[in-house]
């Protein structure tokens, strides 16, 4: 009998069975990843408003046309600072313009008008010239922004032709012939504002994006207020397990970081608020089997407003995240925990501990991503799948060291008494892993 491999709408001439070999690879189970951020930018010199920016941790620079900066530069009011502290230990960060009311940087010349792409005193700082190429009578258009050249346009002829071109930094309108000239530098660009109504804007547009947690710079209690019915949404009503960072704020939450001092970075001393972003970018980046209790902050010289060992003590009481002095004069996260202080039936202290949280967040995510609606049959059958889906899913968070204690048996079953319909119940059982964050020792001597 013949046999072999065949080539699908190729007869073969022989009577004969023909089988092909192929590698069918288990996908497994959808995982989840961290270290997204947002933190929202009050104080921009540049930008669209009311715009999510997303930056990547392999080309940060990528948005430079729309921050006006390279979050390497020193902007006047440090949003950039803010970003590189986030970058630390984020993969991405998104940024918002919670600013309003900002205007664009223009200039005119000959019939030409140009106007600078987005609002903000940066604009001021961009300017252009018009170089007549002598053997062709056309012009080249050379953009700057500070210093430095970022777009370049060759060979132009008329007004109307460069304002037919796309451009990052400026728009340009007009008609008729263009002329050469030197360098024009827009002019006033102004800032916008960030009012209370703007952060509250911010705070319904999070729902837009996907990210693990929120810098939150503002100390307004209206605001911190509004932050806290908002956090509590996202993690209770709308299936989101994020955390935020306020500044000053004993939210008495575990969705909440409470920051209450700061550190030095390079000659310059971090505000509060600022350093919200370099605590969201540690939170987001750290897996569900880390902690940051005792973390190093990179790149801090010293920290702003010292807590004592009494005043230490206090602090953790009342839910504090605060920086201390490791032995060796590095600078340290004191304890990975959150603002959460009162306890009962369903949330015992270890909720207050932020490791236990990303368990119990990332455990919702893979949940999340592994049981997505109309995917298993509502019957015996399915129960099975769905129950291999779960122990699987346990099976990833013990062999990571997240979870311990895990009966495959019982704790990922189907309540079928339960589940008809449209309706499908599960029992889940987690025990998480913390850290050896106090150790004890007992030494005897003779």
């Known amino acids: 009998m013949a046999g072999g491999t065949f080539s699908p709408g190729i007869s073969k001439i022989r ?8 590698s069918v690879r288990d996908r ?24 999510f920016i997303s930056l990547s ?24 600072l803010m970003i590189r502290e986030a970058f630390k230990n984020a993969q991405t960060v998104y940024v918002y313009n919670t600013a309003s009311g900002g205007t664009k940087a223009t200039a005119t010349s000959e019939g030409l008008t140009a106007t600078a792409k987005y609002p903000g005193s940066r604009g001021n700082d961009i300017r252009f010239s018009i170089i007549e190429n002598p053997d062709t009578s056309d012009f080249n258009v050379e953009i700057y922004l500070g210093a430095s050249k970022v777009a370049e346009y060759e060979k132009i002829k008329t007004i109307d032709e460069l304002a037919s ?34 952060v509250s804007e911010f705070l319904d547009a999070l729902e837009q994006i996907a990210f693990n947690t929120l810098a939150f710079p503002f100390k307004a209690t209206e605001l911190q207020t509004a932050l806290l019915t908002k956090i509590k949404y996202f993690r209770e009503n ?3 397990k994020v955390q935020a960072v306020a500044p000053d704020f004993a939210a008495d939450y575990e969705g909440i970081i409470n920051v209450t001092n700061s550190v030095v970075v390079g ?3 971090l505000t509060k608020e600022q350093v919200t972003a370099w605590v969201a970018g540690a939170t987001a980046g750290a897996e569900y089997t880390e902690s940051l209790t005792y ?42 925990i959150n603002s959460l202080v009162t306890y009962g039936d369903d949330k015992d202290r270890s909720y207050s501990k932020n490791r236990v949280i990303r368990v119990f967040d990332s455990f919702h995510d893979y949940v999340k991503l592994n049981f997505p609606p109309n995917k298993y049959d509502n019957d015996e059958t399915g129960w099975t799948v769905m ?36 309706e499908t119940y599960f029992n889940v059982y987690l025990h998480p892993v913390d850290s050896a964050e106090k150790l004890y020792f007992t030494v005897m001597t003779s």
Not at 57 to 77: C, E, Q, R, T
Not at 399 to 405: L, P, Q, R, T, V
């Open 15 to 22: 009577p004969g069975t023909y089988i092909n070999f192929k």
């Open 28 to 51: 497994g189970i959808l995982t989840s990843t961290r270290g997204t951020v947002v933190i929202p930018l009050d104080k921009a010199a540049y930008g669209p408003e009311k715009e």
């Open 57 to 80: 941790v392999s080309s940060p620079d990528a948005a430079k046309a729309k921050l006006g900066y390279s979050i390497y530069d020193n902007d006047p009011n440090n949003q950039m």
């Open 165 to 198: 071109t796309t451009c990052d930094y400026i728009v340009f309108s007009g008609s008729g012939d263009l002329k050469a000239t030197a360098g024009i530098s827009l002019e006033s660009g102004t800032d916008g504002t960030s009012t209370n109504t703007d």
């Open 238 to 240: 709308a299936g989101k």
């Open 267 to 269: 000659d310059v001393a």
């Open 295 to 336: 973390v190093e902050y990179v790149g801090a010289t010293d920290i702003v407003d010292v807590k004592v060992h009494e005043d230490a003590e206090g602090a953790i009481k009342k839910g504090e995240f605060f920086f201390s002095f490791s032995e060796d004069r590095k600078i340290v996260v004191e304890y990975d």
């Open 387 to 422: 129950e291999g889906i779960g122990k699987a899913i346990l099976k990833v968070f013990d062999m990571a060291g997240g979870i311990k204690d895990v009966d495959y048996d019982n704790d990922f079953r189907v309540d079928t008494e339960l589940s008809m319909d449209d």
